[in-house]
Nanobody, 117 residues
Framework: QVQLVESGGGLVQAGGSLRLSCVVSGISFSRLIMGWIRQTPGNQRELVATISDSGRANYADSVKARFTISRDNAKKTVYLQMNSLKSEDTAVYYC???????????WGQGTQVTVSS
């Protein structure tokens, strides 16, 4: 059973930084494309960033040059480094793991990020 556990959310002032982590268990990490999705207080959902098994990253235009996604295969962990945070980054951030062979997805429980202006 695939499990994803997120951490690192919190309250930060605009312009500040946070790093989110997501630890994966129950499956070989190399089989996964990892991503971060956020849901805003207005219930808008946005795919923030993804990283392939080979480390290729893609970002939403809204976070390019501010956020960095990375993965540590040995630790079975994906990170989201968020810099220059804005109030519009306030959301619940969910970690997503998609099995490459089947496209089956698993989700973490979400972590709240609140940016005060």
């Amino acid at each position: 059973q695939v499990q994803l556990v997120e951490s690192g959310g919190g309250l930060v002032q605009a312009g500040g930084s946070l790093r989110l982590s997501c630890v994966v268990s129950g499956i070989s990490f190399s089989r996964l494309i990892m991503g971060w999705i956020r849901q805003t207080p207005g219930n808008q959902r946005e795919l923030v960033a993804t990283i392939s098994d080979s480390g290729r990253a893609n970002y939403a235009d809204s976070v390019k040059a501010r956020f960095t996604i990375s993965r540590d295969n040995a630790k079975k962990t994906v990170y989201l480094q968020m810099n220059s945070l804005k109030s519009e980054d306030t959301a619940v951030y969910y970690c997503n793991a998609r099995i490459i062979a089947t496209s089956t997805s698993s989700w973490g429980q979400g972590t709240q990020v609140t940016v005060s202006s």
